[in-house]
Nanobody, 124 residues
Framework: QVQLVESGGGLVQAGGSLRLSCAASGRTFSMSAMGWFRQAPGKEREFVAAITWSGANTYYADSVKGRFTLSRSNAKDTAYLQMNSLRPDDTAVYYC?????????????????WGQGTQVTVSS
């Protein structure tokens, strides 16, 4: 079992940066693909980024490509989402998730464990 706790959200002006962290507990973290998702009010949860077990490969939604960078440290059981050039439409609750025994995946339904979410608000 994996438990996930996000941190690092907050209020930032457009063009600014934030780094979200996702701390995991459980022995299977290093065997899990990790993903970040976000959900804005009145909208469905959407995929943001995913990373493989080893951290060697990443995949991004087109809307964040070139602005967000996902990385992980299996030694620290933590995944990081560096968000640069933030825009007001990035405002949402951001969730990290773990998919056990999967190299990399994007659909929310394929993830087994979820954090509680952290709010990111970008002002114009």
């Amino acid at each position: 079992q994996v438990q996930l706790v996000e941190s690092g959200g907050g209020l930032v002006q457009a063009g600014g940066s934030l780094r979200l962290s996702c701390a995991a507990s459980g022995r299977t973290f290093s065997m899990s693909a990790m993903g970040w998702f976000r959900q804005a009010p009145g909208k469905e949860r959407e995929f943001v980024a995913a990373i493989t077990w080893s951290g060697a490969n990443t995949y991004y939604a087109d809307s964040v490509k070139g602005r967000f960078t996902l990385s992980r440290s299996n030694a620290k059981d933590t995944a990081y989402l560096q968000m640069n050039s933030l825009r007001p439409d990035d405002t949402a609750v951001y969730y990290c998730a773990a998919a056990l025994g999967v190299v990399i995946t994007t659909p929310p339904r394929t993830y087994d464990y979820w954090g509680q979410g952290t709010q990111v608000t970008v002002s114009s």
